[in-house]
């Protein structure tokens, strides 16, 4: 008797870019989720032509992309034409979870909020996540996590000696830890669902997770 994967047939709609929403879908994927990433026309996630920037190392193939987008599928959508966005809404009215990092205002121009699309498929699982949380002064920003998680949480102060100039963060070092924060929510949502039959939306920040991480 084959071993069944634990998400096995669950549908999840990747609606994000880079690394922090979409790796929690990674991880989804890796335990038999059907992960399919929306990606913009033509261009596709910026996050596919990282590893071929001047200061990565020399590689043969695409391994940042390989390591954080394994096991998905991907479909070009251009989601400011009609078209492209009913397609989209005809995929999420028979998915189990939508991950998004789109920026704030950009949800709120395509109208894909959870408000927006809730009753599209009212069992869904609306994952979100942001730089700095869904509301309060910085919400509508747009940061990666060298700025949210290292920076603005004070990581990047306390991580040097006395007298030391601040060090940046490796690339990513904020966006996986994240990620998995992310994944977590999704998971606990899902077993709300399995007992009570309802859809929720989650949420967690780039900020909120590096303020975690530097809380002792």
Not at 127 to 134: D, F, H, N, R
Not at 140 to 149: G, H, K, Q, S
């Amino acid at each position: 008797m084959e071993d069944v994967m634990l998400f096995e047939g669950l549908k999840v709609l990747d609606v994000g870019s880079w690394i922090a929403g979409p790796v929690a879908t990674t991880m989804l994927a890796d335990r038999g989720a059907e992960v399919l990433k929306i990606e913009a026309p033509v261009t596709g996630d910026g996050y596919r032509q990282y590893a071929n920037l001047p200061f990565t190392p020399n590689a043969e193939v695409n391994y940042t992309w390989a390591m954080d987008a394994r096991n998905k599928r991907s479909m070009a959508l251009n989601l400011k034409s009609e078209t492209g966005m009913g397609i989209l809404h005809q995929m999420i009215k028979t998915c189990d979870i939508y991950v998004t990092n789109q920026p704030l205002p950009l949800r709120r121009q395509l109208k894909l909020n959870y408000e927006d699309i809730r009753a599209l498929n009212e069992r869904m699982i609306y994952a979100s996540l942001t730089p700095y949380g869904e509301v309060g002064p910085d919400a509508e920003n747009e940061a990666f996590d060298l700025v949210a998680y290292w920076n603005r949480s004070g990581l990047m102060d306390a991580m040097r000696h006395q007298g030391i100039e601040p060090v940046q963060a490796l690339p990513g070092l904020g966006d996986h830890p994240t990620a998995v924060a992310m994944y977590a929510s999704i998971v606990t949502a899902l077993l709300k669902r399995e007992r009570t039959g309802q859809g929720s939306m989650v949420h967690t920040s780039l900020l909120a997770n590096g303020l975690w991480s530097a809380s002792c």
